[in-house]
Structures are given as C-alpha cells and as structure tokens.
C-alpha cells in the first residue's frame, strides 16, 4: 500500500493503535493468543477482510479457486493485471499450493454506471490467464443485463466457470474461450480480422442478420462503428473502412471494447467471440490504487 494510504490511517487512528492492532492480528495468525477468534478489526486497516476469512481455512484441502471479479476495479483496469497476478501468486504461496488452478470471472456487459472501463478490466484478467499457467478466464456475455450489475442468468456464468475448471483443474481439453483475435490485414478498403479457436467456423447467433460489435479507428483513437460480414474463409471477419480514414496507414479494430453489448459473433461451438483491441492507445486506467 502506498504511504499516502498508510498515513491517512496513522492520521485517523494513530501510530500506537495502528502498531497495536497489527501486533494482535500477527499474535492471532501465529497461534499465540490461544483464541480461533480473529481479534476485533480496524474496518479499513489493509487486509482485514483476509484475516476475518482466509486464516481459518487455510489447512483445508481444495482442487483450485473461483474468483468473481469486482467493479470497483473499473476505473483502473489497465493496472488491474498486476495486483491480479500478485493475488495469485500469494494465495498459491499461501495455501502451499504453487500450481493451484485459479478461475477468474469476467464481469459480463453492464451499462449504467460501468462506462467504457469494464473491458479494460476484463482485458487484464485475459492477459493473466494467457501468461500464467493454470489460470483461467470464465467469458459469459451472454448473461449482460443493461441496468443490473448483478445479472439474473447466472446459470450460463457458472457453466462456462465449470467449462474452465474442467480444464485448468481437472485436466480436461475441451474450449472454454471462444473465438480469439490472431491477426488482421488491410486491403481494398477493408481489413480482415483473422480468428482462431473458432471451432471450425465462425457464425452469427440465431436469429440475428447483422455482424455488429465492431469499430474503427485511425491514429486519433477516435472509434466509429463499422460494417463487418463474415467471409469464404471461415475464421475471417470482413471490416468495411469508412470513407473518413480511407487515407490513414494504419486502422485499429475493436471488438466489444463497450460496457454493454449483446455478443453476436460465435464459433461453431457455440461460445462467443472475445473482445479485443487492435490499439495500444493509453486508457487512462494505469494507475496505482
């Protein structure tokens, strides 16, 4: 934690208290107060909500762990990958467990107060579970609810976290992600975006006539929606460029880089596309807690 958090606590409590209060909790860890009582807590000292829940299991025996992604991450979702990566670290130090499967829930889409930011979270989540081994990420969009940050389907979340379990636990092969951005290329006005884990195939969700989802960009980071259709090539997405970057040398694509979006491209195996950004642009959500 950084020192100005630290020292809004010693202003609020006091260096002596704070001291005190630390000295208990290790005592109480350390099985030295003779009590399984975890002592009485500063509500916001740092971790108190470890000491009151995690000590007490620590000796049981388990096959990995869910983890449900929070919003409050929202607003600093770039950097969420680094205290993302830490937590995983230190739980699998902590349960001595160094290769324990670990099963991150990606928030589905929610409009009113997430913004733009939530993709941003759910992208660092990916980018953990592609560099870390036994990490996983459970992708249901599908489940999205426009005005509830607690979405009602929540059967369909807990089939695609037994779909990732069921591989990062117990050794299973088949997809849990569905199609993934590979590549892109542009060419005569378009650009073709190149997926792979498809399934044999991408498609559209029944009932649904239109591919939407995409926008473009060009060097400004200014992204307008564009028109895209599937094309002969089973694993490609086709982008129209629109007439105002026609002239730029380099077109960023995003997909479903929203808060809100009904997920309408999937793979034959029926699990939605993922969102991505070709784009490196800074968000704006680099910064320390």
Do not use: C
């Amino acid at each position: 934690m950084n020192e100005k958090y630290w020292n809004s606590l010693i202003e609020k409590y006091g260096q002596s208290k704070l001291e005190s209060h630390e000295a208990a909790i290790n005592a109480w860890l350390n099985g030295e107060t003779g009590s399984q009582v975890v002592p009485v807590h500063l509500t916001d000292f740092p971790g108190f909500l470890f000491y009151d829940f995690i000590p007490p299991i620590k000796n049981m025996k388990f096959k990995g762990m869910l983890y449900y992604q929070g919003e409050s991450d929202a607003g600093r979702g770039q950097f969420y990958r680094y205290p993302l990566a830490k937590l995983i670290d230190f739980y699998r130090e902590y349960f001595n467990f160094p290769e324990m499967p670990f099963i991150d829930v990606i928030l589905p889409p929610y409009a009113l107060k997430g913004g733009p930011r939530y993709p941003e979270v759910a992208d660092s989540i990916l980018a953990v579970a592609d560099e870390k081994s036994g990490v996983g990420a459970a992708y249901a969009p599908e489940a999205g609810d426009y005005s509830d940050i607690h979405p009602p389907k929540k059967e369909i979340i807990g089939q695609r976290a037994a779909m990732a379990a069921l591989v990062e636990a117990y050794g299973g092969s088949n997809p849990y992600l569905g199609p993934r951005y590979k590549s892109d290329k542009t060419a005569n006005g378009k650009v073709t975006v190149t997926f792979q884990q498809t399934g044999g195939g991408l498609v559209l969700a029944s009932g649904a006539t239109v591919l939407t989802g995409f926008q473009v960009a060009g060097a400004d980071g200014v992204f307008m929606d564009a028109e895209a259709h599937l094309t002969a090539n089973p694993d490609d997405v086709e982008i129209m460029i629109p007439a105002a970057l026609k002239s730029e040398p380099r077109v960023y694509v995003r997909y479903n880089w929203k808060a809100y979006y009904e997920p309408v491209l999937y793979g034959e195996n029926d699990l939605p596309a993922v969102f991505f950004r070709t784009d490196n642009f800074d968000l704006g959500t680099t910064g320390k807690y």
